[in-house]
């Protein structure tokens, strides 16, 4: 496999196009092509997405409760989120309200599951582009971290493991859960199970403020002028705040989409239609949502882009007017003052992912401390019936959004699914456009260009 | 020499991998057993050279390939192959690769509907033809493994426990195959059992079971015998691991759903609890999907395609 010779086009055909398959260390499943032009330089790059299962379809029919344990199987990474987005859809389907110990103990499981997701993405799959020197491709990875600093494997493999074991030791499954049900949660928390998460959830606050430290020693300071560009372009933002004072929430929150001048609209997770469209490419399964509401239609041209905001980590942030958690709160005053707001470098998503590492480790000790956390009413009945619901939270990768209605017999009859990942396919797009029309000059590839080009990728974490 | 591994996802969730990351020290003790020299989740694993983009897809020789996820498309059917033909012993990693898995379900519906539906009728979709450059065709329907490679070993499991797969990871580092006990959920399972009779119908779950929850597992009464529609008895042994804990679900006092598969390789999960219901006699009419209980184990034509009318 030798990465692609100066200059030469295969024989015959004008146009040479640099393929990378599979794109690595995602979570998904993605081709990269990069159309050439006759000098040789990037004339246009398509992050493809090669397959698709079809959920939206094969939940017709099924009984509406049964939906959020089928739906945590679209994404091994982030169930969790699934799971409750989908519960919340169902509740409003069938006109039910969960009781205030289920909201908090299904924000508690969200939020921890935020924490190992974030370790895995920092540590596991974009660290090696920053921890090891650049280099041969074969040692870019975890395992060769694990050999050449097994002390700090060491401890985020165990960070992420026990962010797990939490998750398992309380409700049974961390992967696929089932415990978050329509109308609250399948068991209480115990006194004796709060106190040990307790335990834990020290050592994950004292480890979140461990990684931003390490990063701010040993990975930012690599986000050089070329690197802050890589990627790097300019959109719009969507994310969940809080309805009373505009702080980040992962949960029950509503909606904002943010220009890219700053200015934002705020909209109930069920008017999500007003504000969303989906366009459809020939050449990828996945759609590319777009801002509908600013009436400008949609385009990824570099150029003049329409209808593009992103999400995740970094979309958060920008559209957060702050952080309820006094450490979090801190960096995100240091990173405003540093990167202005909205932030747009591609490369800022690493940083901001970390800060929201802190936050979730102090709103999981939060929830915790909240006296009704263990109160034993943890379900209200559902009646199936006719209905419609649309549940939002946030997902590692951004904003998720499933959306049911129910027949008669509260089976779903109609599903539509937003999920993180997909709101970041046109932002994808255009960041490995920009990324590849800046470093591909001449018919000039190596390897470690076109890991420049996937490091565009990997920063959304798709 | 350590022993050579490569993983492939094909189309499944990741789920699996991630289990693999739950064995947690295993992990990191495993590394100085094997070598892995292909896995796209983790590695910089490439098909082929920038310029080479083709049919051909290059994957590294080595002796065990794990396969997750089930077969949707044609590159997935040809990187199955692909693996078979570059591994010594192919491992159906999880039930998505031994029984379809989730992504099974969408064999009730043909592509043509559910593009319908995804490209031209969903609520904030701007209606278009379906995607048809690049991407590699679907196939009629979604594959378990053995549908279209020989394989070799099975781990069940929606993902598998941690301590199934490193269990099976030290046989296969031996030399050998991994075992799967045939025994069901039931039998790892401490709830509670009085006997046949007291139940007359299946109810759905949509209040929770009743139990203390200060008390242990084995005070609560069976969840099938409290009329909820609990598929343990049919259902492969295996996910409450080696500690002595109870089924996954049970522990979060909720219903086993058949993540693990059949008992038997071969068993119709649906099939055999309709016939295990039926001779408790345990009506079943009310219950509205019962297809449902197929959702784990629904590749090798065992679910049914359904005529539908279009979604609205
Ligand atoms: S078996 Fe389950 S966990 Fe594994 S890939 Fe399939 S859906 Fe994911
Ligand atoms: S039916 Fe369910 S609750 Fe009852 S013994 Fe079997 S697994 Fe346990
Ligand atoms: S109880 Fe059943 S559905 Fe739950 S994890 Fe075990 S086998 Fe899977």
Redesign the interface.
């Known amino acids: 496999?030798?990465?692609?010779?100066a200059g030469?086009a295969?024989n015959g055909t004008s146009a040479?196009?640099?393929?990378?398959?599979?794109v690595?260390?995602?979570?998904g499943?993605a081709?990269i092509?990069i159309r050439l032009d006759e000098n040789g330089n990037a004339a246009e790059a398509?992050v493809?997405?090669?397959?698709?299962?079809?959920f939206?379809?094969?939940l017709?029919?099924?009984?509406a409760?049964?939906v959020p344990?089928?739906v945590t199987?679209?994404?091994?990474?982030c169930?969790w989120h699934h799971h409750l987005a989908s519960n919340i859809a169902v509740e409003g389907c069938f006109g039910v309200q969960p009781p205030p110990a289920a909201v908090l103990l299904r924000e508690l499981t969200l939020v921890q599951a935020h924490i190992s997701d974030k370790v895995?993405h920092f540590f596991?799959?974009a660290g090696p582009d920053f921890l090891l020197e650049p280099g041969d491709?074969?040692v870019?990875?975890?395992?060769w971290i694990?050999?050449k600093s097994p002390e700090l494997?060491?401890k985020v493999?165990?960070m992420?493991?026990n962010g797990?074991?939490m998750l398992?030791k309380f409700?049974?499954?961390?992967?696929?859960?089932?415990?978050i049900?329509?109308?609250?949660f399948?068991?209480?928390m115990?006194a004796r199970e709060r106190d040990e998460m307790r335990v834990g959830a020290r050592e994950q606050l004292d480890f979140a403020r461990y990684a931003l430290d390490f990063a701010k020693e040993r990975v930012f300071p690599k986000f050089d002028p070329a690197t802050m560009e890589l990627g790097r372009i300019t959109t719009g933002f969507l994310g969940m705040v809080d309805p009373e004072d505009g702080s980040l929430r992962l949960t029950d929150g509503v909606l904002r989409l943010m220009r890219p001048g700053g200015s934002f609209h705020e909209f109930s997770q069920r008017e999500?239609?007003d504000f969303?469209?989906?366009?459809?490419?020939?050449?990828?399964?996945a759609?590319f949502?777009y801002a509908?509401g600013w009436g400008d239609g949609?385009s990824m041209d570099l150029e003049n882009p329409c209808g593009i905001y992103r999400t995740n980590s970094l979309a958060r942030l920008n559209v957060a007017d702050s952080i309820g958690t006094p450490l979090a709160q801190a960096e995100l005053s240091e990173f405003r003052s540093l990167f202005g707001r909205p932030a747009q470098s591609t490369m800022l998503y690493h940083w901001a992912r970390l800060i929201e590492l802190l936050y979730a480790c102090e709103r999981v000790i939060e929830l915790l401390d909240h006296p009704d956390i263990t109160d034993?009413r943890?379900?209200s009945?559902?009646?199936?019936r006719a209905g419609r619901g649309v549940g939002c939270v946030e997902a590692p990768r951004g904003t998720l959004i499933h959306?049911y209605s129910t027949d008669e017999?509260?089976?779903i009859?109609?599903a539509?699914l937003?999920v993180g990942t997909t709101h970041n396919q046109a932002p994808i797009n255009m960041s490995v456009n920009r990324a590849a029309r800046d470093l591909i000059k001449d018919g000039r590839?190596d390897d470690e260009l076109?890991?420049r080009i996937e490091m565009a990728v990997r920063a959304y974490d798709p | 020499m350590p022993v050579t591994i490569a993983a492939e996802?094909l189309?499944?969730?990741?789920?699996?991998?991630?289990?693999l990351?739950?064995t947690?020290?295993g992990?990191?003790k495993l590394?100085d057993r094997i070598e892995?020299v292909h896995m796209?989740?983790?590695?910089?694993?490439?098909?082929?050279?920038?310029?080479?983009?083709s049919e051909e897809i290059?994957i590294p020789r080595s002796d065990i390939g794990f396969i997750s996820g089930s077969i949707?498309?044609r590159?997935?059917l040809l990187l199955a192959r692909t693996m078979r033909e570059r591994c010594g012993v192919i491992v159906a990693f999880g039930t998505c690769a031994a029984y379809g898995?989730?992504?099974a379900?969408?064999n009730?519906?043909d592509n043509k509907?559910?593009f319908r539906?995804?490209?031209r009728t969903?609520?904030?979709?701007?209606?278009?033809?379906s995607?048809?450059?690049?991407?590699?065709p679907?196939l009629d329907r979604?594959f378990a493994l053995d549908e279209k490679i020989e394989v070799d070993a099975f781990i069940p499991g929606?993902?598998p426990h941690p301590d199934s797969i490193a269990d099976a990871l030290d046989r296969l580092i031996e030399g050998r195959l991994p075992e799967t006990p045939v025994q069901s959920v039931c039998d790892a399972c401490p709830a509670k059992r009085e006997g046949k009779g007291t139940v007359q119908k299946i109810k759905?779950?949509?209040?929770?079971?009743r139990y203390q929850?200060?008390k242990p597992l084995g005070e609560m009464r069976c969840l099938l015998e409290q009329g909820l529609l609990c598929i343990g008895p049919v259902t492969q042994a295996g996910c409450s691991g080696k500690s002595g804990c109870a089924p996954?679900?049970?522990?979060?006092?909720?219903p086993c759903?058949g993540?693990y598969g059949p008992v038997r390789r071969g068993g119709n999960q649906l099939l055999d609890m309709l016939n295990a219901l039926a001779s408790n006699g345990i009506d079943t009419k009310n219950l509205?999907?019962r297809l449902?209980m197929l959702?784990f184990s629904g590749a090798h034509s065992m679910l049914p395609r359904?005529v539908?009318k279009p979604?609205?």
């Open positions: 496999m030798n990465p692609g010779s030469t295969p040479r196009e640099i393929v990378i398959q599979p690595t260390r995602i979570e499943h081709r092509g398509r493809h997405i090669m397959s698709m299962r079809g939206e379809k094969f017709e029919g099924r009984p409760e049964e344990g089928i199987r679209i994404c091994g990474v169930p895995l596991f799959l491709r074969s870019r990875n975890i395992m694990a050999r494997a060491e493999i165990r992420r493991y797990h074991m398992e409700a049974g499954r961390s992967i696929h859960p089932e415990a049900v329509p109308g609250g399948s068991k209480p115990t999500y239609t969303i469209g989906e366009h459809v490419e020939p050449w990828s399964y759609k949502p509908r949609f034993q943890i379900r009945e559902v009646t199936p959306d017999n509260g089976c009859s109609r539509n937003i590839v076109l890991n | 996802v189309s499944g969730c990741t789920g699996c991998e991630i289990a990351l739950n947690g020290d992990f990191l590394l892995i796209p989740l983790l590695m910089d694993s490439k098909y082929f050279g920038p310029d080479e983009g290059d949707r498309n590159e997935q898995g989730i992504p379900l969408i009730l519906f509907d559910l539906r995804y490209y969903a609520e904030a979709t701007d209606s278009a033809s995607p048809c450059e690049v991407v590699p679907l979604t929606c993902p759905r779950f949509l209040k929770n079971a929850p200060e996954r679900c049970i522990q979060a006092r909720v759903r993540c509205p999907d449902s959702r359904q539908r979604s609205s």
